[in-house]
């Protein structure tokens, strides 16, 4: 969560997989492969440049394959968050959420293979 920031983003790409997943309950949708998931969170960025997280916990837990996605099976690293940032209005907003990240236990450049993020508040 810390490399989620603007001027860090392109960090990120390598270490998810070419075929890499993510879904996001909030937004109701879904990304298929590196490039899709790069669109997705370049517009993320670009619509909430001052978002930022603040971590709340986080667990590495065993393998296991996230539901409804085929052909992951990896470890699962499970964050809690608490989200800021300032909306199209100038207000500032807060919210808790959770994700999931899948990763293949091998490691290396191109890990990151599934990605699920869910509201955390009620």
Avoid at 12 to 27: G, I, M
């Amino acid at each position: 969560m810390l490399l989620s920031r603007t001027e860090t983003l392109e960090q990120v790409f390598p270490l998810l997989a070419p075929d890499a997943s993510y879904r996001s309950d909030a937004l109701g949708s879904s990304w298929e492969g590196r490039e899709a998931i790069r669109g997705m969170m370049e517009g993320f960025f670009a619509k909430l440049p001052d978002v930022r997280w603040e971590v709340r916990s986080l667990a590495v837990e065993p393998s296991s394959a996230p539901q409804g996605v085929q052909g992951v099976q990896g470890v699962r690293v499970a964050v809690e968050f608490t989200r800021y940032w300032t909306n199209e209005e100038g207000q500032a907003v807060v919210a808790t959420g959770r994700e999931w990240i899948y990763v293949d236990p091998a490691g290396g450049p191109g890990s990151i293979q599934h990605v699920h993020v869910a509201k955390l508040d009620p």
